[in-house]
């Protein structure tokens, strides 16, 4: 078939995102003329621009740069084999279209593992891989795969253990215990992740969102040149004697690092006032995972007999490669988002809807927040510090902000970045299980506050 029928069948299962997008931009126009804020919406177009590039691709391209590097070394290693074993029946029912011993199963445990540890830089690299490997299992490139379209809604549900933004945020305000989010925001983040993936797999079903057969390509014929290049998987070594002890004595090493930081008095270090309760405990997790991933992955390599530097400079050469595919997406995105801001249609919308939504208990004041958290992060956590510091840290919206901040996530964002590093423009029902469980987040956080608080 011509290719022109072929992209005509496939734009079926990409209109949403195409119609989201051009809705934007309109709104943002007629709004802000409407307004009499034009000027406003085409400084913050121009600005977002530069942003998307310099402030968020370029800086990205440097972090998926080293983390592409220690994947490289994980991959090598045989470590990821090892991961993907460890996770088999989970990921099976998750993903029954991959392989159960395909590097891809490692790659998206490692980036759900970053993701839950809230270890965001590490996190989206590591998705990015993950979406590479997928990427490589497509029999219709350019089109998600059931798979792809999974992953990323479990990605957009967030799931995450350690809110520290919110928590910070919270604090900043002054509030008694800031950490108190931190359960409401797990529960929150459960129902929005049981939503997601029930939605993904129900979606997937739908006719709309099926692949026409026009899209596949046989294996032969397929371009992986998006995809990244592929890697050569070892099988895990079998390490013995001194080496296995050396990695014990490492993972010893970072225990200890852990009760100095829980426990100071015992080691004859100062208490910092901010220390107290759960949060003397989780916190340091957090700063000590992302060190002891770097420090424990490259060892384990090395002790497998790879050539560290070698693979790792192999692996992180993709790194600015990816970045530059994902800067029409991330401008694209970015650029229609900030001018949706600038219009002001989204205070205007919040103060329309504040009547209805009291009448079935959510809170108008946080609808700003509930339009915006899937649109922008920045954005969300800009309205997330006007909450707090007009209510003060401790009052109950403030809470329930944060936790909906916590248990929620940048959809369109996440999407525009992932499917653009492989170069997938029909996204078929990722989208609108995204976009579900991002309802259910803040549905979810609401509700466990009321309970909690």
Aim: aromatic share 8%; with cysteine.
């Amino acid at each position: 078939m011509a290719r022109g029928g072929e992209n005509r069948k496939l734009g079926k299962d990409g209109r949403m995102l195409n119609y989201i997008w051009l809705g934007l931009i309109l709104l943002s126009v007629l709004v802000g003329g409407a307004r009499g804020v034009l000027g406003d919406v085409s400084a913050e177009m121009i600005s977002a621009a530069k942003t998307a590039v310099i402030s968020i691709a370029l800086p990205l391209g440097g972090i998926i740069t080293l983390w592409l590097g220690i994947i490289r070394l994980v991959e090598r290693s045989g470590m990821i084999v090892l991961l993907g074993r460890a996770l088999r029946p989970v990921m099976r029912l998750l993903f029954p279209d991959v392989p159960k011993d395909h590097p891809a199963i490692g790659a998206i445990t490692l980036n759900m593992g970053a993701n839950m540890l809230g270890a965001g830089n590490a996190a989206t690299p590591l998705g990015l891989r993950a979406m590479q490997h997928l990427a490589r299992l497509s029999p219709h490139p350019g089109t998600a795969t059931n798979a792809m379209c999974t992953f990323l809604a479990i990605n957009t549900s967030s799931v995450t253990l350690i809110p520290a933004t919110a928590v910070g945020i919270l604090a900043t305000a002054e509030a008694t215990d800031a950490t108190s989010i931190i359960a409401p925001a797990i529960l929150a983040t459960l129902c929005s992740t049981v939503v997601a993936v029930t939605a993904v797999k129900l979606l997937a079903k739908l006719p709309i969102f099926a692949v026409p057969p026009e899209a596949f390509v046989a294996e032969e014929d397929r371009n992986f040149e998006d995809a990244g290049e592929e890697t050569a998987i070892a099988e895990p070594v079998k390490l013995g004697g001194w080496r296995i002890g050396l990695l014990w004595l490492f993972a010893a090493a970072f225990v200890v690092f852990y009760l100095r930081m829980t426990m100071p008095d015992k080691f004859g270090a100062v208490v910092p006032e901010w220390q107290s309760g759960f949060e003397r405990w989780v916190n340091p997790i957090s700063a000590l995972a992302m060190p002891f991933v770097v420090a424990f992955f490259p060892l384990h390599a090395a002790l497998s007999g790879v050539k560290v530097f070698e693979e790792f400079a192999e692996g992180a050469k993709e790194g600015m490669q990816v970045a530059l595919r994902i800067i029409p997406f991330l401008v694209g995105i970015y650029c229609a988002l900030s001018m949706l801001r600038a219009s002001g249609f989204i205070e205007w919308m919040a103060a329309k809807l504040g009547p209805v939504l009291g009448l079935v208990g959510f809170p108008p004041e946080l609808l700003p927040m509930a339009l915006i958290r899937p649109l922008t992060g920045s954005g969300s956590q800009a309205v997330l510090v006007d909450i707090t510091t007009q209510y003060g840290g401790d009052h109950i919206l403030s809470k329930m902000a944060a936790t909906m901040f916590g248990s929620t996530e940048t959809t369109l964002y996440v999407l525009a970045v992932y499917f653009g590093a492989v170069a997938v423009r029909k996204t078929r029902h990722a989208l609108a299980a995204g976009l579900t469980a991002d309802l259910a987040g803040a549905v979810a956080a609401v509700a466990v506050c009321k309970l909690v608080f």
